[in-house]
């Protein structure tokens, strides 16, 4: 079992920057790949941005691509989530994933793990 907390979330005006934290216990973190997910209002959760179990490689939706960064540190237990630039439309609810395959992630399909969530808020 693995259980997931998210921090860092807040409002923001449009533009500015905040990094989310996942923080993991119950195994090693890098047991896992590591994913970010998003539910803005009245929408389906999407996918976000994912990075494999030892780092290297990470994905992320077009419509975060330049803009947010995924990143881990196995030491700490901690995955990361960098964004910059935001857009009112990346308001929502930013959840913390994990899963033995990134691509269960990518596809945000029977993803093994989910933490509750932090709440972003871009400001117009």
């Known amino acids: 079992q693995v259980q997931l907390v998210e921090s860092g979330g807040g409002l923001v005006q449009t533009g500015g920057s905040l990094r989310l934290s996942c923080a993991a216990s119950?195994?090693?973190?890098?047991?896992?790949?590591m994913g970010w997910f998003r539910q803005a209002p009245g929408k389906e959760r999407e996918f976000a941005a994912a990075?494999?179990?030892?780092?290297?490689?990470?994905y992320c939706a077009d419509s975060v691509k330049g803009r947010f960064t995924i990143s881990r540190d196995n030491a700490k237990n901690t995955v990361y989530l960098q964004m910059n630039s935001l857009k009112p439309e990346d308001t929502a609810v930013y959840y913390c994933?994990?899963?033995?395959?990134?691509?269960?992630?990518?596809?945000?399909?029977?993803?093994?793990?989910w933490g509750k969530g932090t709440l972003v808020t871009v400001s117009s």
């Open positions: 119950g195994r090693t973190l890098s047991s896992y790949a």
């Open positions: 990075i494999h179990r030892i780092g290297g490689s990470t």
């Open positions: 994933a994990a899963d033995s395959f990134v691509e269960s992630l990518r596809a945000n399909y029977g993803i093994d793990y």
